[in-house]
């Protein structure tokens, strides 16, 4: 999936050790649909050297391509927003950061012969 927006917010870096090694994480606030009276809001995260190689302000506009998942602890479902491409947005007008719909659809032949004109039957 892909998004389109301003960044609002950048949390502090998280780092811990699991059983991998050392690992980091950091999560963003992005805010999308601006031109809505309410803009919306969505929170991501990038991991490792995701982290240095992006380099995230606060105030950048940007275009995010991230996975959704989902993951149980302890009875409780919690999304995770995993971002895997950032790239400055090249400002094309996309609906206001909106996720974007398929729209184009594809041409249809319909399998039906024309009718026979020499034929005064109705059908």
Excluded: H
């Excluded at 996309?94 to 009718?115: I, L, N, S, W």
């Amino acid at each position: 999936m892909e998004i389109r927006g301003k960044i609002i917010a950048v949390s502090p870096l998280q780092t811990g050790e699991g059983r991998n090694g050392v690992w980091k994480k950091q999560e963003y606030v992005v805010e999308y649909d601006q031109t809505s009276q309410y803009p919306r809001k969505m929170v991501f995260n990038l991991w490792g050297d995701k982290i240095e190689q992006f380099n995230i302000q606060e105030g950048q506009s940007l275009k995010v391509s991230f996975d959704i998942d989902c993951r149980e602890y302890n009875g409780r479902w919690y999304n995770d927003i995993r971002a895997w491409k950032v790239e400055a947005d090249d400002g094309t007008p996309e609906e206001g950061g909106r996720f974007q719909p398929y729209t184009e659809m594809p041409a249809v032949k319909p399998d039906v012969a024309p009718p026979d004109e020499s034929s005064d039957l109705p059908f």
